[in-house]
């Protein structure tokens, strides 16, 4: 359940003030959304559980850190998790080739081939779960924050560092090549 | 088809959730690791409570109010600049912002008989204007001068306009020749004509402000003026002679229709050799047609 401006802040306040017990609340609020969110964008449960329990300790230590003032917390657990999805594919990749630039370069799509491979195999391919994961990493992102987290176009924005206007436009192509693949999968919605 | 979409995604909310044994773990290996590299907590205080209620007002209230009189000030700022503008005379800084603001209604005018008569309605206001700056006093000469030239040079603009869209309804009218219809016809030789009377009006009050110039012994400035009054009247003569030849036109295409109807009425006479025989016709009309034919 999503918690109101002002117990979010006072939420926010104690937790900058080291309070462990504000931590646990935050935690109990936002584990599964976040969980989902990065199950989305990683091969399996269990890298999802691991960058999980990552986001939340970076997230403890920034908020303890920084002198900013946090304006959406909602936004920075995202926006952290993300951040953090986007480290390990990256460490994975310099861990598989190691000082070849050009092959770096190239990570991406042989990233992208594997994951589908992986999941051909774990899941049915016509349900909607797999056709998101069909979709390119940008599409599937904003499909799963505004639909599924219930993200205001706002707060996408902030999460993905990008103006609304194309979050709306990156929206709106994602659900449309998610009914093409749909129709092209023999499932249609009425 | 979207919403069901839409609503099948939403589905994956109930579906995909962490096992509820991993989420406690998790929660408890957390806690243990903050406690132990945070051993001291530190107490919420009333100026942390003030802060806070300080940050929720200002996020909530005074920052949408600061952008509602940011909106505000941009809405008057600009309202009053057109206002502003409106009144300007040449010269002024606002002056051109006043020309572009006719220009653009003019451009937003789709029918080019309408935006004619409005070119015509602005060289009526740079009429007036002339005035003002005549009767302005304590202005040097060589300032009013150029004020003027400026004048006169958009004024100039908006007859040639008018002028050309004369041209414009000539030549259509002499292309589409018979085939366009009387409405049509009608329709240009009013507009001809309002936009000749338009053109004798502004000649008038240009003639009397060229007075007004004489008797501020301005000699060069009196030039100006007349040139543009002859601009006008030759655009007003041009649309009397639009108007005149449509007219024209008009008279013959309806004698062309009264010879139509006489030749109509010969062909429905019977060919001569036959009147001749006098068949088909009762004996005296037979007489009557066979003495024509002679």
Redesign the interface.
């Known amino acids: 359940m999503k918690p109101s401006k002002i117990s979010e802040k006072l939420l926010l306040l104690r937790l900058k003030n080291k309070d462990p017990e504000a931590f646990a609340q935050i935690y109990d609020l936002y584990v599964t959304p976040i969980y989902r969110f990065i199950y989305f964008k990683v091969a399996s449960r269990q890298d999802a559980e691991d960058l999980t329990s990552e986001a939340f300790l970076k997230i403890w230590q920034y908020i303890k850190e920084t002198e900013d003032e946090i304006g959406n917390l909602r936004a920075l657990l995202y926006r952290t998790a993300r951040n953090l999805v986007i480290d390990s594919y990256r460490q994975k990749a310099k861990r598989e080739f190691v000082q070849d630039q050009e092959v770096l370069e190239a990570v991406k799509d042989e990233r992208q081939q594997s994951l589908l491979n992986k999941i051909d195999s774990h899941f049915e391919i016509k349900s909607i779960e797999g056709i998101l994961r069909q979709l390119k990493d940008e599409y599937r992102e904003v499909i799963i924050l505004r639909f599924v987290e219930d993200l205001s176009i706002t707060e996408i924005a902030g999460v993905l560092d990008k103006s609304k206007g194309s979050v709306r436009v990156i929206l709106h192509r994602a659900l449309k090549v998610t009914r093409e693949l749909l129709s092209k999968n023999g499932k249609q919605f009425n | ?2 919403n ?3 609503k ?6 109930k ?5 509820p044994e ?2 406690a773990l ?2 408890d ?3 243990k ?3 132990a590299s ?1 051993p ?5 205080g009333i100026g ?2 003030f ?2 209620v300080a ?2 007002f200002r ?2 209230l005074v920052e949408p109010v600061v952008v509602m009189i940011l909106m505000m000030v941009v809405f008057l700022g600009s309202s009053l600049t057109i206002n502003a503008a409106f009144y300007s005379l040449p010269g002024s800084s606002l002056y051109p912002v006043k020309i572009a603001l006719e220009n653009t209604h003019a451009a937003l005018v789709t029918d080019a008989n309408q935006r004619a008569e409005l070119k015509i309605e602005f060289a009526q206001k740079r009429v007036a204007e002339l005035d003002k700056i005549i009767d302005e006093p304590g202005v040097n000469p060589q300032e009013k001068k150029r004020q003027i030239e400026t004048l006169v040079a958009e004024l100039k603009n908006n007859v040639t306009d008018v002028n050309n869209h004369i041209s414009k309804m000539n030549q259509s009218m002499k292309q589409s020749d018979s085939n366009v219809n009387m409405e049509d016809k009608e329709r240009t030789v009013k507009m001809a004509l309002t936009l000749s009377s338009k053109a004798q009006e502004l000649v008038k009050s240009l003639d009397t402000k060229v007075e007004k110039i004489s008797a501020a012994d301005n000699v060069e400035v009196k030039d100006i003026v007349s040139q543009a009054v002859q601009s006008v009247q030759d655009t007003s003569l041009s649309a009397q002679q639009l108007a005149q030849t449509v007219n024209e036109e008009a008279d013959k295409a309806d004698e062309g229709t009264v010879k139509g109807v006489t030749n109509d009425s010969d062909a429905s006479l019977p060919p001569a050799d036959q009147a001749q025989d006098g068949a088909g016709l009762p004996a005296d009309q037979s007489e009557s047609t066979s003495d024509i034919n002679k």
């Open positions: 088809m979207e069901s979409l839409i099948e995604i939403k589905n994956l909310r579906e995909i959730c962490p096992r991993w989420k998790t929660r290996v957390l806690l690791e903050i406690s945070q001291e907590r530190v107490k919420l942390d409570y802060n806070l940050q929720i996020q909530n």
